[in-house]
């Protein structure tokens, strides 16, 4: 998979100037770009706390469909050492309730 970091530094970029506010902004607009920061940062909250968007973008994982059968997909936390059905190794310690494909 290619870097993402550039993807991601465009999308940065890009709800930055979405949500600056101009002088020349209309009343309706400056309404818009007041509701789209407070829709943005939840979604970039999101984003980053991520750990499986993380295995997606970065360790170029595929989504798990298989529940571990300790967790039952449920995400049980950062611990270490992971758990060895679906923890993830050393740079994201997290069991994530889901087997590896």
């Known amino acids: 998979m290619r870097d993402p970091k ?6 940065t970029a890009w709800s930055g100037a ?3 506010a101009l ?3 209309a009343e ?3 309404e818009w770009r007041h509701e789209f920061a407070e829709h943005w940062q939840f979604i970039e909250r999101a ?3 991520s750990c499986l968007l993380e295995r997606l973008l970065y360790g170029g994982e595929k989504l798990r ?3 571990c059968p300790v967790h039952k997909g449920r995400w049980s936390g950062i611990t270490s050492p992971p758990c060895k059905h679906c923890g993830v190794g050393p740079t994201c310690q997290c069991n994530t309730g889901w087997l590896p494909e």
């Open 23 to 25: 002088a020349s902004d």
């Open 18 to 20: 979405a949500t600056m």
């Open 47 to 49: 984003i980053r706390k």
């Open 65 to 67: 469909s298989r529940p």
């Open 6 to 11: 550039p993807f991601c530094e465009a999308m």
């Open 28 to 30: 309706s607009t400056r």
